[in-house]
Antibody
Framework: EVQLVQSGTEMKKPGESLKISCKAS????????IAWVRQMPGKGLEWVGI????????RYSPAFQGQVTISADKSISTAFLQWRRLKASDSAMYYCARDPHGPAAFLDTWGQGTLVTVSS | ETVMTQSPATLSVSPGERANLSCRASQSVSDHLAWYQQKPGQAPRLLIR???ARATGVPARFSGSGSGTEFTLTISSLQSEDSGIYYCQQYKNWPPTTFGQGTRLEIK
């Protein structure tokens, strides 16, 4: 069974750094793009960016370029989303999802989400 | 950026009836259009890809149609478990791929 399991809820202060994870199982991790999607409280879905784990080819939405960093470690079948300096406006649910025909296509398997809360 | 506009914002339909959800793109996306269902507290679930191809395990009462800029998700014979928010996504013009703002489907 294809599965993406994300790291747990995070509560951080503005200015702190954060790295959340998404561990894949049930398929060849290196061969499929992994996307990150943001959902702010009560709002819709926003595509953050995407990575191809085999060669770490990464693409970002212009709205998120420079604000976050996407990475992957294929030795542990895990993708990451990180922030150097969090802002309150980064508070949201973040999903990772598999893109079977990337680098930009539909998302066929989703993680359960990681809730990030940034507050002083 | 391609803007996706969904209508209506909220739809209330009785069990057994049909629901038609619309999605309009600000420019042509060909058939590079997906539909997702999201229930409260859950991640989105892929329903339709390539405008009309049902994802694995999706019941046949879900169907998609359209191309270019106008798309429709039809749910025939609604069941109580079909309530939730439905999103369309275009993946023709990127970055970024973009989602509609969602249609909330309520079962009366």
């Amino acid at each position: 069974e294809v599965q993406l399991v994300q790291s747990g809820t995070e509560m951080k202060k503005p200015g702190e750094s954060l790295k959340i994870s998404c561990k894949a199982s049930g398929y060849s991790f290196a061969d499929y793009w992994i996307a990150w999607v943001r959902q702010m409280p009560g709002k819709g879905l926003e595509w953050v960016g995407i990575i191809y784990p085999d060669d770490s080819d990464t693409r970002y939405s212009p709205a998120f370029q420079g604000q976050v960093t996407i990475s992957a470690d294929k030795s542990i079948s895990t993708a990451f989303l990180q922030w150097r300096r969090l802002k309150a406006s980064d508070s949201a649910m973040y999903y990772c999802a598999r893109d079977p025909h990337g680098p930009a296509a539909f998302l066929d398997t989703w993680g359960q989400g990681t809730l990030v809360t940034v507050s002083s | 950026e391609t803007v996706m506009t969904q209508s209506p914002a909220t739809l209330s339909v009785s069990p057994g009836e049909r629901a038609n959800l619309s999605c309009r793109a600000s420019q042509s996306v060909s058939d590079h259009l997906a539909w997702y269902q999201q229930k409260p507290g859950q991640a989105p679930r892929l329903l339709i890809r390539r405008a009309s191809a049902r994802a694995t395990g999706v019941p046949a009462r879900f169907s998609g149609s359209g191309s270019g800029t106008e798309f429709t998700l039809t749910i025939s014979s609604l069941q109580s478990e079909d309530s939730g928010i439905y999103y369309c996504q275009q993946y023709k013009n990127w970055p970024p791929t973009t989602f509609g703002q969602g249609t909330r489907l309520e079962i009366k």
